[in-house]
């Protein structure tokens, strides 16, 4: 028995054009019962990153795959598949890469390898939708002599940051002598500066504050204002806004809002023309505010939530769900007189007509440092497997 063990050194989450690097460690265990004659024999192994796309039936009307494309080989277990077993379609791989071939193991030795791969840029993110599922996984496949392949695979995550394609880095940038007792991979110093260009951006593009004021109001009035300071964020980030109900002329019962994301299908492939888009409340602020001047929410993005993305399949856009129930009498009437003694109380009516609207407002949500949402990854740095 061989095992095999496959560590993610910085974390499951990367940006789409960094460098993912994986150390795959195979181990011969030592037990009491081995001798010289327990050497275990690997023929080869191979690594391949692959994107999975699985789309639900009953929204999606994905064209008919050509059949004419058939590969009888993928049907021998003796054949590297990375995807095989999988559901859906690969709609994206990197070059099989190979690690070793004829490898020999004697009790208790191991042997480690690097395999380090820069994940395409034009792809799309990972994403867990009601329609549509974009899956990332490293497939490492191992195979002893005349027996099956066995895959091992290491599921991670991808954000996609757009501008980072097109930017060039230049080729002048030695400041200081380069120290030639200390070399630096070509590959792993331009992934170390891409991270540091995407965390650059994205707080020059989500720091941007100025003030959006907007005005409350239904057929009978002005209801209130809504304050908010910018509407780019960064998952991971708080949206933060206030209500001013003091200059309404229409009492506000209460309110709500919603962050939301609302998952749509392009048009060409709807299984159904027109039909309606999917929404997900990631959180949710309800407040009772009758005769309150101002209020304020603060609703976490989740840090486990994939930021805005369009591909030609489906369109995800971020927004805030208001609601408002308002009083469809004056702010006087809200409330009776219950005792005509000296000592008086002022209870709430039983009955009252209202009156409910609700409002959308789009905003931005833009990706964050791959590290920190590392943090709250589902998916595991260390993966492993006996053969």
């Not at 191979?46 to 929204?59: K, L």
């Not at 959006?212 to 998952?235: A, D, E, M, Q």
């Not at 048009?267 to 602020?285: I, L, N, Y």
Request: hydrophobic share 35%; proline share 6%; with cysteine.
């Amino acid at each position: 028995m061989i095992e095999v063990l496959a560590k993610l050194g910085r974390g499951p989450v990367f940006l789409a054009g960094e460098v993912l690097e994986c150390v795959i460690t195979f181990t011969n265990p030592l037990s009491a019962s081995s001798t010289s004659a327990s050497s275990e024999m690997l023929a080869w192994a191979s690594a391949q990153i692959h994107c999975q796309f699985h789309a639900s039936e009953n929204r999606v009307a994905l064209p008919p795959s050509d059949g004419s494309k058939h590969d009888v080989q993928a049907e021998n277990e003796t054949v590297f598949v990375p995807n095989r077993g999988e559901r859906g379609q690969c709609i994206l791989s990197t070059p099989p890469k190979i690690l070793f071939c004829d490898l020999r193991l004697d009790p208790g030795e191991s042997k480690s390898y690097s395999y380090c791969e820069t994940l395409p840029v034009d792809g799309p993110p990972s994403f867990r939708g009601q329609s549509v599922k974009y899956v990332y996984k490293l497939t490492i496949g191992c195979q002893r002599v005349n027996s099956p392949i066995k895959l091992l695979r290491v599921p991670f995550r991808v954000l996609v940051l757009h501008g980072l394609k097109d930017y060039q880095f230049p080729q002048d940038e030695a400041v200081a002598p380069s120290n030639p007792f200390l070399e630096e991979e070509e590959g792993l110093k331009k992934d170390s500066r891409l991270a540091d260009l995407a965390t650059e951006l994205l707080m020059v593009a989500t720091s941007r504050r100025s003030l959006h004021l907007y005005n409350i109001s239904n057929t009978r009035g002005k209801v209130g204002t809504f304050c908010i300071f910018k509407t780019v964020y960064k998952i991971g980030e708080d949206v933060i806004g206030t209500f001013n109900f003091s200059e309404g002329d229409i009492p506000c019962l209460q309110f709500s809002v919603s962050l939301q994301t609302e998952e749509s299908i392009q048009e060409e492939f709807q299984r159904r023309r027109g039909q309606p888009v999917s929404f997900t409340v990631h959180a949710r602020h309800q407040e009772s505010c009758l005769h309150t001047a101002q209020s304020s929410f603060s609703l976490p993005i989740p840090l486990s939530s994939t930021p805005g993305f369009t591909t030609n399949v489906v369109s995800l856009k971020w927004r805030l769900h208001f609601e408002f129930v308002t009083s469809g009498e004056s702010a006087g009437t809200c409330l009776v007189r219950g005792s005509q003694s000296e000592a008086v109380t002022w209870t709430g009516v039983e009955q009252m007509e209202v009156d409910t609207f609700s409002w959308d407002l789009p905003i931005k949500v833009l990706p964050t440092n791959p590290i920190l949402a590392s943090y709250v990854s589902q998916f595991s740095s260390t993966n492993s497997i006996s053969i």
